[in-house]
């Protein structure tokens, strides 16, 4: 182990007793920590991402509301990510001939669904609302994929957005 004062002591505090054994502690300390220390486990095997899976999420998603998105041609596999406030999915072989939002329009818990095309592959993203953590599953099928998400123990009402408010608000008037 190493240890110094670096830039932060004059020349003169290398020659004070206190300073220099308390330095020789704290390398000795070091040294001894360093010392007993074990090798980290191997890391897992890695994921072959360029042959994704069938599907990505729960094994079920009992009572959970699906929602489908075509796309073109038809997804080779699934590459996923689970995040603290939702997940992302890499969707391998095929694009997007419809957008996600719907989702976040339609279930209380979604806060932003999105998919986005990136040449070759598409990436979805679901974010759910603070606090929510619903079970959720994406399968590849026949034309697209099939995005379910589960639902509460009780029915909420999703609340408007500002947006959908102000639209539900506005008049419109015609002059005759």
């Not at 719907?102 to 974010?127: S, Y």
Request: glycine residues 14%; hydrophobic residues 40%; positive net charge.
């Amino acid at each position: 182990g190493r240890s110094g004062g670096g830039g932060r002591i004059g020349l003169s505090g290398l020659w004070e007793r206190e300073l220099g054994e308390g330095g020789a502690r704290e390398a000795l300390r070091i040294a001894v920590v360093n010392l007993s220390a074990e090798p980290a486990p191997a890391a897992a095997a890695p994921v072959d991402a360029s042959r994704g899976a069938r599907s990505f999420g729960a094994a079920e998603v009992p009572g959970g509301r699906r929602f489908r998105i075509p796309m073109s041609p038809t997804p080779t596999g699934l590459v996923g990510e689970r995040r603290d406030e939702g997940f992302r999915v890499m969707v391998q072989g095929a694009l997007a001939t419809q957008g996600a939002r719907r989702i976040a329009g339609a279930h209380a818990k979604v806060e932003r669904a999105a998919i986005l095309n990136q040449g070759d592959h598409a990436e979805l993203t679901l974010r759910f609302v603070a606090g929510a953590s619903p079970a959720y599953r994406v399968d590849i099928v026949d034309g697209g994929l099939d995005v379910t998400v589960g639902r509460c123990a009780r029915a909420e009402p999703r609340q408007p957005r500002r947006s959908e408010a102000l639209s539900r608000s506005r008049i419109f008037w015609r002059p005759t």
